[in-house]
């Protein structure tokens, strides 16, 4: 079983609204409303791929409550811990004449260090459970930017794997830890480092950097470029594809994490590993909603991955 692990869930609310500007009052033409935060969207691509997943993190209020019944309607067992705080809407007004988009993103809760501490002792008995771990995206207010390290050496001492996705100060002190596998994207991995990379070169010394911290499966995605990975063994291979018409990229990173769980929790080979979640990445890429894949596109998608071989670290 995969245990996806979302500290900072939402609702994620659309509104389509043509000719959107301040000053106004406007009826949607259309409106919806999804269980959001990065880790969630992790979830429903693994379930939708036919794992087992449980899903944990943080909830509260009727914003929760919404994010309990969707959990509960795509068939993924619910072990979120309750908070006193609310749990944060996320709007997104589209507006599709005018092409643009506003956004407008509570702060969300603030958590105690009781609450956070109930958690972790909640997650000893969830990991206990599952195979692989994810963690995905930022930490609500309250807690520590190194929180992630605690997670990471829980899930380690029960030889667990664990990947993590996430960004800034919860990057830089999560990967101490020594995680199994951390997918930054470009933008993530330049906060790392402090520079800009763009070369071959660059990229083979990021990994080396990873693979120094203890990083066992270090992956950088790219968009369209696809990845570079460093394999367990050290073998650096560009895993790359044609290109392909996108529809809505946001959330694809999401479902590559998904994709390498998922290959991960069957025990398949390191390649395959990046395979699927390239796969679910570009299968992502095909839907309008955010975190988003049908089995059938991805199984078309692995199909026309190809990989370069750059060498040993
Ligand atoms: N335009 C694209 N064309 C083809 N494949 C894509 C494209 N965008 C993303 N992908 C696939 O999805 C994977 C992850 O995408 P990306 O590097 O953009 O992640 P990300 O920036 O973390 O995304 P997010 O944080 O929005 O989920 C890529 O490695 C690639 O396989
Ligand atoms: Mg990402």
């Not at 990873?210 to 499966?217: A, T």
Request: proline content about 5%; glycine content about 10%.
């Amino acid at each position: 079983m995969i245990l996806t692990v979302t500290m900072n869930p939402a609702i994620d609310k659309v509104y389509a609204i043509d000719d959107f500007h301040v000053h106004g009052v406007f009826r949607p033409k259309a409106m919806t409303a999804t269980a959001g935060g990065k880790g969630l969207n992790v979830a429903r691509v693994a379930r939708i791929l036919g794992q087992q997943v449980m899903a944990t993190g943080l909830i509260g209020g009727a914003a929760g409550q919404f994010i309990h019944d969707q959990l509960h309607n795509i068939g993924i067992i619910d072990n979120f811990v309750p908070i006193k705080g609310e749990t944060r809407i996320c709007i997104n007004i589209m507006d599709e004449k005018n092409n643009t988009s506003t956004e407008i993103l509570e702060p969300g809760p603030v958590v105690s260090e009781d609450e956070y501490k109930a958690f972790l002792e909640r997650f000893e008995e969830m990991v206990a459970q599952c195979d692989v771990v994810t963690a995905s995206g930022s930490l609500p207010r309250g807690i520590p930017a190194d929180f992630y390290r605690s997670l990471i050496a829980i899930a380690k001492r029960k030889r667990k794997i664990f990947i993590l996705d996430t960004s800034g100060e919860y990057l830089k002190e999560g990967i101490k830890e020594g995680p199994f596998m951390v997918k930054p994207n470009q933008h993530e991995f330049r906060q790392v480092v402090g520079h800009d990379f763009s070369t071959k070169e660059d990229y083979v010394s990021a990994l080396k950097l990873l693979k120094r911290s203890g990083v066992v499966f270090p992956v950088l995605s790219l968009g369209d470029k696809g990845c570079v990975a460093a394999l367990p063994n050290g073998d650096v291979y560009h895993f790359f594809s044609p290109p392909i018409k996108v529809v809505n990229t946001v959330g694809s990173g999401d479902a590559f994490v998904a994709g390498c769980a998922v290959a991960l929790s069957r025990a398949a080979q390191p390649i395959e590993v990046i395979k699927l979640g390239m796969a679910c990445g570009m299968a992502n890429t095909q839907f309008f909603e955010t975190g988003m894949v049908s089995p059938e596109l991805v199984a078309k998608f692995l199909e026309c991955i190809q990989i370069d071989f750059w060498g040993v670290i």
